[in-house]
């Protein structure tokens, strides 16, 4: 989040959004000892995505704002789920987008027996009892929004009985189904989460950090507020979709006694053209749709970062989105104007031709090159230039040449000029054409005293073209990645496979890039002049067969 607290003469302070006005009265009241601790609590069955992009954001943000601390906390409650690879993989997204977990690393398993503890306590309490109906049993006896529910037969039970019955779910002596432990409430609460929800169940799953140690495990709204409250979590932050599990979450601590931690939901994330549901994700993922999690067409962080995005652009879109109390869906041309923003101040400028045709330059002496000076960013003089090299053989895109062409055409045609970016103005000659009438070669003439920043010719000429020296290109493929889906709501109408977009990758082989991009590296992204924003594919790039991905257009080319 950015700072509300800076500001300039030219630029007035940004009024403070919900979260910080709370956080803000905490502090001078004293409480939570004028603290703010937060927490971030994925859960390790998936990796995560620019929604949780924002609940990032948001959470470490406001803790930086005010010199608080931010905890990482894995809910790792559904063993069936969960596994160590999501775990790495969420740690990395958290700190590529810039963040530190400086309050510490946690698990919900940490506290396994503690909630356990709980839950005895609850018991004692006689606010806990442990239920031996079906699911569909006690669904159907929860009754439903208006109707009171019914209490379960087995809801008086006495402490002792209940005390054992959950002793021997504890000790693997329940089939998974046959009990639960149940908090006790009120069944004809207007709130459906009130009515005794369900707070342990049996798994016979290995989990990934305490392997066969439980067969119990907490249902997350029982172990969240604990988890919260053990750590000593001052602003607990969630999306709007947990607002009506808030009266759950205080009934727990209030019930147990226990540190008062507060939550507080905010609008979460929803992009058009985009889904957010790690189910549907891991869908695409196990169909083969996409070629992993971390596909370039993928919401997730890894495939943003991997397609070429910035951690300060989603930062900035994070922030530009805001921290609202409804939900909305946001514009992901939005999200794709941070990167562009970003990139146009930092990416360093190249040259690439993506579908090469030879151009002859007649008049330029054959074997002879020319090294040129073009600037890396003129955005940026401080990326300073480098030298291209310049020879009587070049490619250029077959797409600025033209034989049949009007006033508006401003490229390469007979009886056009035009300039060759860092070069010299060259002037249409002839050209070549194989048998199907497609041209295969351009050949024109330079006019020698028209080099850039040496222009003395006098020629205006109304188009600049990029190109690469023919004898020193290098080969490469580049990866040109749209929207994945087609439809503005992917799953306003049925299936959200039905609305894949067809055209969301294209393949092209035989590109040519300029002799500099042999060296670039995973992470460096560039802007191929006139073509778009690219960086080294970090998955089937090898060493002598570069692969670049298209990161994001030059401009909003996007018809819908």
Not at 104 to 113: A, L, M, R, V
Not at 126 to 139: K, V, W
Not at 315 to 340: C, H, P, Q, Y
Request: with cysteine.
């Amino acid at each position: 989040m950015a700072d509300s607290s800076t500001g300039t003469d030219d630029a007035p302070k940004r009024a403070l959004n919900f979260i910080e006005q709370k956080i803000e009265a905490d502090i001078a009241a004293g409480k939570h000892g004028g603290e703010v601790h937060t927490r971030f609590p994925p859960e390790p069955n998936g990796y995560l995505h620019i929604g949780h992009a924002k609940a990032i954001c948001v959470s470490f943000g406001l803790a930086q704002q005010y010199g608080g601390k931010t905890n990482l906390r894995f809910d790792d409650t559904n063993p069936e789920k969960e596994s160590v690879e999501y775990v790495n993989a969420i740690r990395e997204d958290i700190a590529w987008l810039g963040f530190d977990w400086n309050g510490g690393e946690y698990y919900t398993s940490d506290y396994f027996q503690q909630l356990y503890d709980y839950a005895c306590d609850l018991i004692r309490k006689g606010l806990a009892y442990a239920d031996d109906q079906t699911a569909e049993e006690i669904a159907y006896q929860k009754g439903a929004p208006g109707k009171p529910g019914e209490n379960s037969p087995f809801r008086d039970r006495s402490v002792d009985e209940n005390l054992r019955l959950f002793e021997e779910m504890k000790a693997g002596k329940c089939q998974e189904g046959a009990r639960v432990l149940r908090a006790k409430i009120d069944m004809a609460h207007d709130n459906m989460l009130m009515r005794d929800p369900v707070i342990y169940r049996v798994k016979f799953i290995e989990h990934h950090r305490t392997g066969n140690d439980w067969v119990i495990y907490p249902m997350y709204d029982f172990a969240h507020g604990q988890s919260d409250s053990i750590e000593r979590i001052s602003h607990s932050l969630c999306s709007l979709e947990f607002e009506n599990h808030r009266p759950l979450y205080n009934w727990f601590i209030e019930a147990l006694g226990i540190y008062p931690s507060e939550q507080t939901e905010f609008a979460r994330l929803n992009l058009n053209y985009t889904i957010m549901s790690k189910r549907k994700l891991l869908r695409l993922v196990e169909e083969g749709v996409v070629d992993g999690w971390d596909d370039p067409r993928m919401p997730t962080i890894s495939g943003l970062r991997r397609r070429g995005y910035t951690p300060e652009s989603i930062r900035v879109f994070a922030d530009r989105v805001g921290v609202a109390k409804r939900n909305n869906t946001i514009d992901v041309s939005l999200l794709e104007w941070s990167l562009r923003d970003d990139l146009n101040r930092r990416a360093p400028r190249v040259m690439a031709v993506l579908d090469p045709i030879r151009l002859v330059v007649l008049n330029y002496p054959a074997g002879e090159t020319e090294m040129l000076t073009t600037v890396n960013n003129p955005e940026d003089e401080s990326a300073g230039t480098r030298e291209i090299p310049f020879g009587r053989e070049l490619w250029m895109e077959a797409e600025d040449f033209r034989v049949d062409v009007n006033k508006k055409w401003f490229r390469l045609a007979p009886g056009r000029t035009v300039r060759l970016k860092s070069a010299y103005i060259v002037e249409y000659v002839d050209h070549i054409e194989d048998e199907n009438g497609k041209v295969t070669e351009v050949h024109v003439n330079y006019i020698p005293n028209s080099r850039s920043g040496q222009d003395t010719s006098g020629v205006k000429p109304k188009g600049t073209l990029h190109w690469v020296s023919a004898e020193h290109a290098q080969d490469a493929e580049v990866r040109l990645y749209d929207r994945l889906f087609k439809e503005e709501s992917p799953e306003a109408n049925g299936d959200f496979m039905d609305a894949l977009n067809p055209e969301s990758l294209s393949i092209l082989k035989g590109c040519k890039i300029e002799p500099s991009l042999a060296e670039a590296q995973v992470g460096t992204v560039f802007q191929f002049t006139r073509l778009g924003y690219f960086t080294l594919d970090s998955k089937y790039s090898g060493l002598g067969a570069p692969v670049f991905n298209r990161a994001v257009t030059l401009k909003d080319g996007w018809k819908g």
